[in-house]
């Protein structure tokens, strides 16, 4: 039986470049993008599993590469202080790791130094590092395999784009089982050091170093809020399980008491997979509800927003919307505005509304707001720009900018919710500027929590 045959069948493997493994290959070569970890990796283990029926090394290719649209330094560290921790798991699974920084990130040079007989890579169904992957198709001359490596149920599963949660979740809750399981991990059985192949030596990286040789966008400043890296995600994990996931089911809307699990920046990373975070759930000792609660969240929710970007174009634009959504939206296009305010007003906090401004402000200090705070804030934004479109783009920027989970399925699957119905439905009767788009405002949030204290403890924020 064919490599291909054996293991491109599976229904996380997508074949973008077809044929057999090349006979003369040195190597397998794992491109490294969105699933930045060495454990519970999915796309690793088969570039592991597929080298051991080769009886040829691994190594993983890390190309730094500082332009991703609308990065900047705050995202950056991030994702540098878990780039050695990284690298160190995969040499204790006997992979080698080549981090290969701006200007030398380019995949296809690097393949032309090691001569793999395989490239695999990790997908990601943003605009951007899915042309990145049809631009590898066409430019490698050896087979080229992607895993779904982020999510718990495969996104090919669905190959149209889901209405709402209610029409997607009884799809996964079919099949979440089969693919809901430990994953394997395995050791490569033929070291890189073994090899006649060299590669430079694997001096630590240096976050700082690294950092100020990259030409970044600098807008927003790097937090202390949150470290980058697999251990310090599983750290927050394990604090979410002992102190919070028992409440989860009713606290999670609730701000003042922060009772989310602060996982989805090691989410959008790659530093903790949804399978580590589902099972570690799922096994923990909370009552059955706030369990079941969390993984809704963290399953059906989270892979809607994948199905979401995935299957339309115009994810981070108001046009992805419903069809009555826009036109309700449209209909109340020149409704009055009692208040308007520029990006830069809006971006330095500086609104009539308090608890809007300790949004902003929360997200700016720690780099990530209240899930449920982003439902308001970006409802708001609509209220109090001149148009919907002027609002998603607002909306858009800001989250890119600052929240460390920025440029994210989810981050535009939630502003899409808010400001065009995404995945909701119409709301009657209609209102100013909002037609049947559904309303929220500040005395109801103040009906569900306490307000004063959420906005005094971002006022404690560093």
Known sequence: MSIAHHFGSETRVTIRRAG??????????????????AVDNPALDKAIEIANALRLPVVVFFGLHPHYPNANERHYQFLVEGLQETR??????????????????????????????LVIGDENPMREPESWRRSATEKLRVPFWTIDADVIVPTKLFEKEEYAARTIRPKIHRVWDEYLKPLANPVAEVSWLDSKEQLPPQELIDVTATLAALPLN?????????RGGTAAGLQTLQSFIDERLAH??????????????????????????????????????????????????????REIAINY??????????????????????????????????LKQ?????????????????????????GYLRMYWAKKILEWTPSPEDAFAIA?????????????????????????????????????????????AASGCARKFDVNAYISMVKQLP
């Open 346 to 370: 809006f971006e330095q906090a500086e609104t009539h509304d308090p608890l809007w401004n300790a949004a902003q402000l929360e997200m700016v200090k720690r780099g990530k707001m209240h």
């Open 218 to 226: 600098r807008s927003a400043a790097p937090v202390k809020s949150f």
């Open 396 to 440: 858009v920027e800001l989250n890119d900018r600052y929240e460390l989970d920025g440029r994210d399925p989810n981050g535009y699957t939630g502003i899409a919710w808010a400001i065009g119905a995404k995945h909701d439905r119409p709301w009657a009767p209609a209102r100013k500027i909002f037609g049947m788009i559904r309303f929220m």
């Open 248 to 301: 989860y089911d009713t606290a999670r809307n609730l701000p003042h008491l922060r009772g989310t699990s602060d996982m989805s920046p090691y989410l959008h990373f790659g530093h903790v997979g949804p399978h580590t975070i589902a099972l570690a759930v799922r096994e923990s000792n909370a009552p059955s509800s706030a369990k079941d609660a969390f993984i809704e969240e963290m399953i059906v929710r």
């Open 309 to 342: 970007v995935a299957r339309n174009a115009q994810y981070d634009t108001l046009a992805g919307c419903h069809a009555w959504a826009r036109k309700s939206l449209d209909e109340h296009r020149d409704d009055p505005r009692e208040h308007l305010y520029s």
């Open 20 to 37: 057999e493994p090349d006979a003369q290959g040195k190597c397998i070569v794992y491109w490294m993008q969105r699933a930045q970890r």
């Open 88 to 117: 160190e798991r995969c040499q204790k699974r006997n992979v080698a790791f080549a981090l290969r920084p701006y200007p030398n990130h380019d995949l296809i040079k690097f393949c032309d130094e090691v001569k793999p007989a």
